[in-house]
């Protein structure tokens, strides 16, 4: 695990086994394996994509800069008349 020892290993496992479930910890090294990872460059990875899941700002912010692009008014046209506009451009064709 990690790089240690067999004996090394144990002795962690032993001094920190509040920190873990033993069957998890199994089952991660099983998933390690099969990606041809160590347990750490596993649990790196995943905990990095589950940072970049997590909302980076808090909800106040956000809401502010919603509401500050709805008061925006830009011109737009009627969908159908977008639509043919846009299948003009790829067919080149009217």
């Known amino acids: 695990m990690l790089g240690l020892s067999r004996t090394e290993t144990e ?3 032993a001094e920190h086994a509040d920190l873990y ?3 998890e910890l199994l089952e991660i090294q099983r998933i390690a394996e ?3 990872m160590t347990v750490a460059e596993w649990v ?3 905990l990095r994509a589950a940072r ?3 909302s980076s700002g808090d909800p106040t912010s956000k809401l502010a800069a919603i509401r500050a692009a709805a008061r925006n008014s830009f011109p737009t ?3 159908d008349e977008m639509m043919e ?3 003009t ?3 080149g064709r009217k």
Do not use: N
């Open 11 to 13: 002795d962690f496992l």
């Open 21 to 23: 479930d033993f069957e």
């Open 34 to 36: 099969l990606k041809q």
């Open 44 to 46: 790196r990875q995943t």
């Open 52 to 54: 970049k899941g997590e």
């Open 77 to 79: 046209a009627d969908v």
């Open 85 to 87: 506009q846009i299948e």
């Open 89 to 91: 451009g790829y067919t």
